[in-house]
């Protein structure tokens, strides 16, 4: 397993690209089973999560063809409906097939994805509203069983709590179902958002996109469409806070600040300058300190979970303490051991974390447990003095595109180090 090497000190001074949104992706990709037709998406980031799921998507039938930064996808002929537990347990949101297999063909055996390292991460809210619509589920041997042979109908469906996939997967759902379906308490990410506008362009009749209610009228089909992914606001965060940690500049570009939420609230009161541009949206310490400043992980437009990892290193190195509560998962703090190996200190209480400031973190070689958690210890290992070595990397090519070639661009000292293969 590669590591990946950072001496940290350097400034970051210069520009990023921002990619496409990982989580954008998956669910569009899911969507191109929607239709016979071709689906192209462009600003697509290179990414194994995306790899895993082009596998899934294949094993089905669809034809996929990569370019840079663009992938083709056509699902005209899918005489497979299951997708298998060897690749659903890579990649979870490989769960996002369910909606759309059971909407166009009537029937889907998808793997129970499991749980992961940050959580149980239950499908319950997915399967729930499929049968509002009208669908069989059966749970058996590990896979989802589902059935809809004489389609899906139009429902009021209402979600107990907000969730992005279950979101996706049934609006996803709703475009092919016979009538109206209204979704209460619907997530409003902005990949959510994404997916809607790309749905409308194939076709589909949706009201109330970026709103807690969605309004779907079924359609008897979808056709192809091309559509560019949002920037990924998760990356630009990580990148903005790297820039704060070590007091420099950095262009994130093509980011666009609404895309941060209540984020950049939080971001600017703990000293972090943010600032839109023509080209996106500058990160910079501002001229005075960092502060600590308490945060509440929220769904969107409240505070990502996907950037708490990130802003709790910046938080080890402000001055002052924050309260940081993390409630969405149970288990998303497998980076406080890591950060404290390198001078952090935190303390956990629950679902709640403070952190006190230090005057600076030291280098140390430390383990990438999930994706957020890697690039927490990332943003860390280039404030910290001296060398840090980060193992087990694949988490972080879950979700980050040309990471080091990001940062090196921008004065970072970093290099991945490839695993000494047994001779
Ligand atoms: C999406 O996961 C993202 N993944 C996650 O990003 C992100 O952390 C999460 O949304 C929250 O924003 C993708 O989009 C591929 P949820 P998802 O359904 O859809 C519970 C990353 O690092 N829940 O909104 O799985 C669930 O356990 C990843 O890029 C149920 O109880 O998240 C969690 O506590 C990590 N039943 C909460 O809801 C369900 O049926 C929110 O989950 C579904 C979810």
Not at 3 to 25: D, Y
Request: a negative charge; aromatic letters at 4%.
């Amino acid at each position: 397993m590669d590591s990946i090497r950072i001496v940290g000190g350097n400034r970051l001074k210069g520009e990023i690209p921002i990619s496409g949104a990982k989580n954008a992706t998956l669910p569009l990709m899911a969507a191109s089973l929607l239709t016979p037709e071709t689906l192209h998406l462009t600003n697509v980031p290179r990414l194994a999560d995306i790899g895993t799921l082009i596998k899934v998507l294949e094993q089905h039938g669809v034809e996929a063809s990569w370019e840079p930064g663009t992938l083709t996808l056509k699902a005209e002929d899918i005489p497979n409906t299951t997708a298998p537990y060897d690749l659903v347990r890579r990649m979870r949101a490989s769960v996002l097939v369910l909606g759309p297999l059971i909407a166009r063909f009537g029937n889907a055996v998808v793997s129970l994805p499991g749980g992961c390292a940050i959580g149980t991460r239950p499908v319950d809210l997915h399967l729930s509203g499929l049968e509002q619509l009208g669908a069989r589920i059966d749970l058996g041997r590990g896979y989802i069983h589902a059935t809809a042979p004489k389609g899906l109908k139009g429902a009021h469906i209402i979600f107990p709590k907000v969730s992005v996939g279950a979101t996706e997967n049934l609006v996803m759902a709703a475009s092919l179902a016979k009538g109206e379906t209204v979704l209460e308490n619907a997530a409003l990410e902005p990949e959510v958002e994404d997916l809607c506008h790309c749905l409308v362009a194939m076709g589909a009749k949706i009201e109330g996109i970026g709103t807690e209610r969605l309004v779907i009228e079924g359609v008897a089909g979808l056709h192809g469409a091309k559509h560019s992914v949002v920037p990924d606001r998760i990356e630009a965060g990580t990148y903005g806070i790297a820039a704060a940690m070590t007091g420099g500049e950095v262009d994130l570009l093509g980011m666009r600040l609404d895309l941060f939420g209540a984020a950049a609230e939080a971001l600017r009161h703990a000293g972090v300058e943010l600032t839109e541009t023509e080209k996106g949206v500058r990160a910079a310490c501002g001229n005075g300190s960092l502060v600590g400043y308490d945060v509440m992980t929220d769904p969107f437009p409240g505070f990502p979970t996907d950037l708490q990892a990130q802003y709790m290193a910046l938080m080890s190195v402000a001055k002052g303490a924050a309260m940081i509560t993390e409630t969405i998962f149970e288990n998303r703090y497998m980076h406080v051991p890591e950060l404290m190996r390198m001078g952090a200190n935190i303390n956990l209480h629950g679902s709640s974390a403070m952190v006190r400031g230090v005057d600076k973190l030291y280098g140390a070689e430390v383990m990438a447990t999930d994706l957020r958690a890697s690039s927490s210890l990332v943003v860390a290992a280039l404030a910290a003095d001296g060398e840090t070595v980060i193992n087990r990397v694949y988490h972080l090519d879950r979700g980050y595109e040309q990471l080091e070639q990001k940062l090196a661009a921008c004065g970072a000292e970093v290099e991945r180090i490839a695993e000494q293969r047994a001779a």
